[in-house]
């Protein structure tokens, strides 16, 4: 298949939080006939939509960001690929065959797979049209040399392949590295400071420069570029520059997410003051929303899109074909963004949890063939993803299986999903046709992503210790070896 640092597959994964995709462009002039547009998208890391001023976020600290939703669009009903780093960030086989037994994440140095030399990235197909590519901030696709960003189509690189996990400090397990391009420039708590107890760290500072070295270059040598700006201050452990320590009225995290709106807002500028902001399209979005571990009480939703669909609408606006020896679930969303038409098509999604089909959302009807948060065991220990939530038989900590009787929502008077439907409705009756006539023909025609992480490491996060019987064959493992594993690879 074919892939941004997120884009297209024939099995999405599940998604649990909808964001908002915010787009830029000069409403006063389009992209002149012939000219290759810039591309800037900007991934943040478990940053919630509820965080902007926008979206009703009382605070209003984000200023930049909802000039930039006035100024141009607001997907209000986008959803990412996956609700975890690694696969949002490819939609591309980051998965076990069975993510009841695991997470589709990664610890930072245990790593075994990464990114398919299969996948075509966003970067390799628009070096085609000439364009210059950077990745500044957080990569997550593998962190062996034939996995990073360089051999796989980014011109440059200013940031790490993981997520700031730690600090560590043996050999065993060192702090994460940060490159600037192939060159290792220090790790994280230590040249690159991260003070875990007041938050204080200057990276996102960093990252900001080098976002507005990257566009100065490009714009005085006259060549159109991409920039992916990932962004993980949102991410625990949660961090921001002294000068924003303290400012907002919502913490740590919400000074975070203001030093992001000004960084937004620095480099929207920068493309005004060049006088290229109408040759640039730029995206706003989140990776998975937020997290409860980094923002504990965050929080409804115009055409229906996600992440997957930003490589091919860039590659649209970049005038370039799509491979044809690959299917792309993608849709292009230019005549949306050119006010050529209000919506597309009303495309089925898919929601998968490792090999399992869980969800299917046609149009504001969402089925669930599968529910299930987290083990009991877990639970207990106190985890909770539905704080205040809980829906009795949805937010189950038992792997139920509705397959012959979904549980159907209605997104646009349920958005909480915590009504089902009557199943002797007949509105119910009439959706569960159009359900069924879907899942079948997905199945029939699905070509399934080979999964990178089908190993049993410290690099899969979040074993889940008990429970799996029903969704897969992974039993609990010994104590002397707490992560071997127990079924078919």
């Not at 792997?399 to 646009?412: A, D, K, R, Y």
């Amino acid at each position: 298949m074919t892939r941004a640092p997120f884009a297209a597959e024939g099995m999405a994964a599940a998604t649990l939080i909808v964001l908002s995709l915010l787009l830029w462009h000069s409403k006063t002039e389009r992209t002149s006939h012939g000219s290759t547009p810039n591309i800037i998208i900007m991934l943040m890391d478990d940053m919630g939509w509820g965080d902007l001023g926008v979206l009703g976020q009382p605070s209003k600290e984000t200023p930049n960001l909802d000039a930039m939703a006035a100024q141009g669009m607001l997907f209000t009903n986008f959803y990412t690929a996956n609700p975890l780093c690694s696969p949002c960030e490819s939609a591309s086989g980051f998965q076990t065959h069975n993510l009841s037994c695991f997470s589709a994440s990664y610890t930072p140095q245990e790593i075994v797979g990464g990114i398919s030399k299969d996948e075509i990235l966003l970067p390799q197909l628009l070096k085609k049209q000439g364009y210059v590519s950077k990745i500044v901030g957080k990569w997550h696709l593998g962190h062996r040399p034939q996995y990073l960003p360089l051999e796989h189509g980014f011109d440059e690189w200013f940031g790490s392949p993981n997520c700031h996990f730690g600090p560590y400090n043996n050999s065993v397990r060192p702090n994460i590295p940060v490159y600037n391009n192939s060159e290792m420039l220090g790790r994280y708590f230590e040249e690159f400071q991260i003070n875990v107890k007041t938050g204080e760290s200057n990276l996102t500072q960093l990252y900001l420069q080098e976002g507005l070295d990257f566009i100065l270059r490009q714009a005085e040598a006259k060549q159109p570029f991409f920039l992916y700006w990932a962004a993980d201050a949102t991410h625990a452990h949660v961090y921001a520059s002294k000068p924003f320590l303290g400012k907002s009225q919502r913490g740590l995290y919400g000074d975070a997410v203001m030093e992001l709106d000004y960084s937004v807002g620095q480099l929207l500028s920068l493309l005004q003051k060049l006088g290229i902001d109408k040759n640039t399209f730029v995206f706003f979005t989140s990776d998975n929303g937020a997290a409860l571990i980094s923002a504990p009480h965050q929080g409804p939703f115009y055409q229906f899109a996600n992440v997957m669909d930003l490589f091919t609408t860039s590659l649209a606006l970049a005038g370039i074909s799509a491979p044809a020896d690959r299917i792309l679930d993608g849709l292009d969303l230019t005549p949306v963004l050119l006010n050529s038409s209000k919506e597309l098509e009303n495309r089925p999604v898919f929601y998968y949890r490792g090999n399992e089909l869980m969800a299917v959302r046609i149009g504001q009807y969402k089925a669930h063939y599968w529910t299930w948060i987290n083990s009991w065991d877990e639970f207990k220990s106190g985890v909770n993803f539905c704080p205040g939530e809980e829906v009795p038989g949805v937010t189950t900590h038992d792997q139920t299986e509705h397959s012959l009787q979904p549980l159907v929502f209605h997104l646009g008077r349920d958005p909480g999903e915590k009504y089902p439907l009557s199943v002797l409705s007949d509105e119910y009756q009439k959706v569960l046709v159009g359900f069924s006539t879907a899942v079948q023909q997905h199945k029939k025609d699905l070509v399934p992503g080979v999964p990178q992480l089908n190993m049993c490491d410290l690099a899969v996060m979040n074993w889940a210790p008990a429970g799996c019987e029903k969704l897969g064959k992974c039993l609990k493992p010994p104590e002397s070896n707490p992560w071997k594993c127990d079924w078919p690879h």
